[in-house]
């Protein structure tokens, strides 16, 4: 069970948009892409059969795993993630500051 996973809100720890918020659109293997942060220009050849004008274009780009943490909105702060099971036998990701369960 990975600790980060898709539609998790994450907050950037380490790099040029360190203390943004932002969603997780993809996960990797040891990489994450964070909807609208870590934009890099991408040189885009034109397609006129696909419909594709060309340009330089904003493209996301992948962030190492180990430069996001889980942002917990209770505190307002980025938390840790453990994973514990549950009464009911199944596995559960929680905050390592408050032990309470993520949704």
């Keep these: ?19 943004s918020i932002g969603t997780v659109t993809k996960v990797l293997e040891s990489k994450v892409i964070v909807e609208g942060l870590n934009l890099a220009k991408k040189h885009v ?4 059969q ?18 996001v943490a889980i942002y ?11 994973i514990r099971t549950n009464t009911d036998g199944v596995k559960e ?3 390592k500051s408050s032990g309470e369960a993520l949704a």
């Design 50 to 67: 696909a419909g594709i004008t060309g340009g330089i274009e904003p493209k996301e780009m992948p962030l190492s795993i180990s430069n």
């Design 45 to 48: 050849r034109p397609n006129p």
């Design 1 to 19: 069970m990975n600790k980060i996973k898709q539609n998790d809100e994450v907050i950037i720890i380490a790099g040029k948009d360190k203390g």
């Design 93 to 95: 990701r929680f905050f």
């Design 72 to 82: 917990n909105s209770e505190t307002q702060k980025a938390d840790r993630i453990g």
